[in-house]
């Protein structure tokens, strides 16, 4: 009597089974017990992916983070992307996207730079994850509060974890002082940062913690020396403009509506290389004073929509700005604006962003580009040469 698959040795049964494909493992685990204990044996997966990997490569590649987890496993020991510094991995969009790939039980963390988009559920690290530099998780469903596997690594120069989904209120980031590059961007975190949140992060150089629901005052940021790109625009920030001494580096400065109080701090004045100073939509009050004339690297000024006060500095603005394209100044309590009215105001305003869309569309062929330009053209050396 020939005896069944089921009366084989474990041992042959695995090596009938070496020639599946990894993602057919789970269908054959469902059909029983027995399947299940035998399909889930490490040393199986290992062999099984080995094989995998020498006949379909690309299919490999692009369906692994779909496979069970002794079979992923396998995969990041085996693959040849453990030969390099960087894995990258992108899930084709789906209404319920796959589980994130499982990098616990590595008894060696391959990767310097881990890069994933798509993946839905629990983020984690295994311990060996101890040389990994730079994490970026944008466009994850991961719908919880930051893992607390990401806030150990200490090595980590590049953490981005853009439209994931994050929730709850981050208490302290201090085990990442080696910082660079920190982007939390368009989350839902809330409550309050702690007045040092900061204070160990003197070589951040960018920082995007825009679209959340952050609420209280500013942290202190005098410790951020290095920072370029500072961006906490679209949270419940309140309290004072917050000090800027020392941040020399800084060329783009975005507090865009939130709920900032008070007059700007004096320290914005020395900022020398700021490029774009935007706190449109707060509760900001006081006058703005001729020193922003001085800032003459200026390119965007985005003051409207709070209650400043006073005579604004146009001409300051004029004279000292010559990379100035464009500002806004609207919505705000201005008596005048030094020897030039409203009206003159608006047009030097939105002229410029006039004439560079129609430049735009006149280069993309567009007809109301073609019709307008010769007018706009001539408007323009009208106003200037007069």
């Given at each position: 009597m020939t005896p069944t698959?089921?009366?084989?040795?474990?041992?042959?049964?695995?090596?009938?089974?070496?020639?599946?494909?990894?993602?057919?493992?789970?269908?054959?685990k469902r059909m029983c017990v027995r399947f299940h204990?035998?399909?889930?044996?490490?040393?199986?997966?290992?062999?099984?992916?080995?094989?995998?990997?020498?006949?379909?490569?690309?299919?490999?590649?692009?369906?692994?983070?779909?496979?069970?987890?002794?079979?992923?496993?396998?995969?990041?020991s085996l693959s040849r992307s453990s030969a390099t510094d960087?894995?990258?991995?992108?899930?084709?969009?789906?209404?319920?996207?796959?589980?994130?790939?499982?990098?616990?039980?590595?008894?060696?963390?391959?990767?310097?730079?881990?890069?994933?988009?798509?993946?839905?559920?629990?983020?984690?690290?295994?311990?060996?994850?101890?040389?990994?530099?730079?994490?970026?998780?944008?466009?994850?469903?991961?719908?919880?509060?930051?893992?607390?596997?990401?806030?150990?690594?200490?090595?980590?120069?590049?953490?981005?974890?853009?439209?994931?989904?994050?929730?709850g209120n981050i208490s302290s980031l201090d085990a990442l002082g080696k910082l660079t590059h920190l982007d939390l961007s368009s989350n839902k975190i809330s409550g309050r940062l702690n007045p040092g949140f900061?204070?160990?992060?003197?070589?951040?150089?960018?920082?995007?913690?825009?679209?959340?629901?952050?609420?209280?005052?500013?942290?202190?940021?005098?410790?951020?020396?290095s920072i370029n790109t500072l961006c906490l625009a679209r949270n419940c920030f309140d309290g004072p403009f917050p000090q800027l001494n020392g941040l020399t580096s800084l060329t783009y400065l975005n507090f865009y509506d939130n709920s900032l109080s008070g007059p700007l701090h004096e320290s914005v004045y020395d900022l020398h290389v700021l490029q774009y100073l935007k706190v449109a939509e707060n509760n900001f009050t006081g006058p703005v004073l001729p020193a922003l004339g001085g800032l003459t690297e200026l390119v965007e000024v985005d003051l409207s929509g709070n209650a400043f006060n006073g005579v604004f500095p146009w001409q300051d603005v004029e004279d000292g700005l010559p990379r100035l394209r464009w500002a806004h100044v609207e919505g705000n309590c201005f008596?005048?604006?030094?020897?030039?009215?409203?009206?003159?105001?608006?047009?030097?305003?939105?002229?410029?962003?006039?004439?560079?869309?129609?430049?735009?569309?006149?280069?993309?062929?567009?007809?109301?580009?073609?019709?307008?330009?010769?007018?706009?053209?001539?408007f323009t050396t009208l106003l200037f040469s007069s």
């Open positions: 698959i089921m009366q084989l040795p474990p041992e042959v049964q695995h090596h009938i089974f070496q020639w599946i494909l990894p993602r057919k493992v789970i269908q054959l204990w035998l399909l889930s044996d490490s040393h199986f997966a290992r062999r099984n992916v080995s094989f995998a990997l020498a006949l379909q490569p690309d299919i490999c590649n692009r369906e692994w983070y779909f496979w069970p987890d002794e079979f992923q496993a396998a995969f990041v960087a894995l990258a991995v992108h899930a084709e969009p789906s209404f319920v996207p796959p589980r994130f790939p499982h990098f616990q039980g590595l008894p060696h963390f391959p990767w310097n730079r881990l890069e994933l988009s798509g993946f839905g559920g629990s983020f984690e690290l295994p311990p060996s994850a101890t040389t990994l530099t730079s994490l970026s998780l944008s466009n994850n469903a991961m719908n919880g509060p930051l893992p607390e596997a990401i806030l150990t690594v200490c090595q980590l120069r590049e953490l981005i974890v853009h439209k994931c989904g994050i929730t900061f204070e160990n992060m003197q070589g951040l150089v960018y920082l995007d913690l825009q679209d959340n629901c952050i609420e209280g005052p500013i942290p202190n940021l005098q410790s951020l020396i008596e005048q604006l030094s020897n030039k009215g409203e009206d003159a105001v608006g047009w030097m305003v939105t002229l410029p962003t006039l004439i560079g869309t129609l430049a735009w569309m006149k280069a993309k062929g567009g007809k109301g580009g073609q019709h307008l330009w010769p007018i706009t053209t001539w």
